[in-house]
């Protein structure tokens, strides 16, 4: 049974530009969340997806949005990037809820 | 609003000995309760869970959790910290409204030393 996996695991971008985080999910999970975990903080929740419509979303604008495909992959989206974005960004899979999510390594973003 | 409170940002203890990590959270409800460690550069590995049930908790490397009701508590134990426990610790509660989510408390360092 393979992990989570996310790509790229490093990126780097510029105020305004557009980025797309991806990440692969265990087989057989239904749901992916993502979150965002800035330096010195716990993760926050942006939002999670259940057999790809949007599930639950968190505190974060609409620049922020994502995609759930058939194969167990996802995306998240960011559009107009500004500096405060620069974070891990985390995603996690799970059976039906309540269940245990199973973390990815994260794509760390740079924004410049 | 749901929280969950770490109150320690950095903990140092002496490889051996024992160690106590805190964490309260603020939910109306029962609420599922998660301890996760991290080390530098990477995601988040699960150490123990709490559903329902006894509320001692085992979980992998020898760690182990309480859950007290009464005093909205999920403290994670280990009698005997490795050098290789050294990492950050989050307490986080899954939220079941409109999907589940977790919500992470701020985390703890812990730092051993030899």
């Known amino acids: 049974e393979t992990g989570v996996t996310q790509s790229p695991t490093h990126l780097i971008k510029t105020r305004g530009q557009q980025v797309t985080l991806r990440c692969s999910s265990q087989?057989?999970?239904?749901?992916v969340s993502w979150y965002q975990q800035a330096l010195g903080q716990g993760p926050q929740f942006i939002f999670q997806y259940y057999r790809e419509e949007e599930n639950g979303r968190g505190n974060f604008p609409p620049r922020f949005s994502g995609l759930q495909f058939p194969n167990y992959s996802s995306e998240l989206n960011v559009n107009a990037l500004e500096l405060d974005d620069s974070a891990l960004y985390l995603c996690?899979?799970?059976?039906?809820?309540?269940?245990?999510?199973?973390f990815g390594p994260g794509t760390r973003l740079t924004v410049l | 609003a749901q929280s969950v409170t770490q109150p320690d940002i950095h903990i140092t203890v002496s490889e051996g000995a024992s160690l106590e990590l805190r964490c309260n959270y603020s939910?109306?409800?029962?609420?599922?309760l998660f301890w996760y460690v991290q080390s530098p550069g990477q995601g988040l590995q699960l150490l123990l869970k709490?559903?329902?049930?006894?509320?001692l908790v085992q979980g992998i490397k020898g760690f182990e959790a309480e859950f007290k009701r009464s005093q909205s508590s999920f403290n994670l134990r280990k009698p005997s910290v490795h050098w290789s426990d050294a990492a950050e610790y989050f307490c986080a509660v899954e939220l079941m409204e409109y999907g589940n989510k977790l919500v992470f408390g701020a985390g703890t360092i812990l730092r051993v030393k030899s």
């Open positions: 709490y559903f329902s049930g006894d509320t």
């Open positions: 939910y109306g409800a029962t609420p599922y």
């Open positions: 087989s057989g999970h239904n749901t």
């Open positions: 996690a899979s799970s059976e039906d809820a309540p269940q245990e999510q199973f």
